[in-house]
């Protein structure tokens, strides 16, 4: 899913719940005017790409100060259409910092549809709220704390930004606003990468365990070979004579597979024995002790 594309159907949605106590739909409504609205030669007007949210803040405007949903004059290069409904100036202003829980809950959930964005968490995990200005950006970081988060700032072309990166705090926010949706979406996608990596360690484990297997297996032919010239494997003993011509006979097998194949069966600690007898015997001899 494309950065783009989660942030949408999120912000749908959220557009699509309205919340059940009055409280609760008055601190929406206050949240999105103060975080969706912009100066205009004619006042105040609240401003969004998206209809959902549109509708969404149409619906909590009482019949008084209600204005029509329009559309704004956009040039040629923009793609998306950008919705407006006029407000009174008393909406515009900052409203009362909320005090009950789900009433910060719910203006940051008027934060998140009015500024912020969710990036694709294939390119990593990012959640932002774009603030049109610092007393904006300074009351999202706030609700954020509250949510026991602590969130990053940055000035980029001319907008306050404040953000996180790790995805528990994102999905600790995106669940305190309600975005389940995208949410459940985070988990599948953590739930992936954390499969994948882990079969790439385990991968690596393995192959880093053939090519050692691989090493012994080398060194343990070249000394058997010094071994039966030097010593001659007739003078071993016969346990230790079976173990050095296997292993010479079979150099690409395991432990395991050259244990199958002594009379009587061994298993692979025994086999290991006998190999580092052969090993030791081999060292005396290129060191010159008698044996």
């Known amino acids: 899913m494309k950065a783009a594309a989660l942030s949408a159907d999120a912000k749908d949605a959220l557009a699509r719940e309205l919340p059940k106590d009055a409280h609760c739909r008055l601190a929406l409504r206050a949240g999105l005017a103060y975080f969706g609205a912009v100066a205009t030669p ?3 007007t609240f401003r969004t790409r998206r209809a959902g949210i549109a509708r969404l803040f149409r619906t909590l405007l009482d019949d008084r100060s209600a204005g029509a949903i329009r559309r704004a004059p956009e040039p040629r290069l923009y793609r998306s259409t950008t919705y407006e409904i006029d407000l009174d100036d008393t909406l515009a202003e900052p409203p009362p910092k909320p005090k009950a829980k789900c009433d910060r809950r719910v203006e940051l959930r008027a934060a998140f549809l009015c500024c912020g964005s969710l990036a694709s968490p ?3 995990y990012h959640l932002e709220f774009a603030a049109p200005g610092p007393e904006r950006a300074d009351r999202i970081a706030q609700l954020l704390a509250a949510e026991r988060v602590e969130p990053k700032t940055t000035l980029r072309k001319g907008r306050h930004v404040v953000y996180l990166k790790g995805l528990d705090a994102i999905v600790a926010v ?14 599948d996608v953590r739930a992936i ?3 994948k990596n882990r079969i790439h360690r385990l991968v690596n484990t393995e192959a880093a365990n053939v090519v050692r297997a691989a090493s012994a297996a080398a060194a343990q032919r070249e000394a058997f070979a010094y071994l039966a010239d030097a010593y001659g494997l007739r003078n071993l003993s016969p346990a230790l004579r079976e173990a050095a011509q296997l292993r010479l006979a079979h150099p690409d097998e ?3 597979e050259l244990g199958k194949r002594c009379h009587p069966p061994v298993g692979k600690a025994t086999l290991n024995g006998r190999i580092m007898a052969l090993m030791r015997l081999v060292r005396r001899l290129r060191a010159g002790v008698a044996v």
């Open 193 to 195: 990468k954390e499969t």
């Open 122 to 124: 294939q390119h990593g």
């Open 254 to 256: 395991t432990l395991a």
């Open 42 to 44: 004619h006042g105040w």
């Open 174 to 187: 995106l669940t305190a606003i309600g975005a389940f949706g995208a949410v459940l979406h985070l988990e």
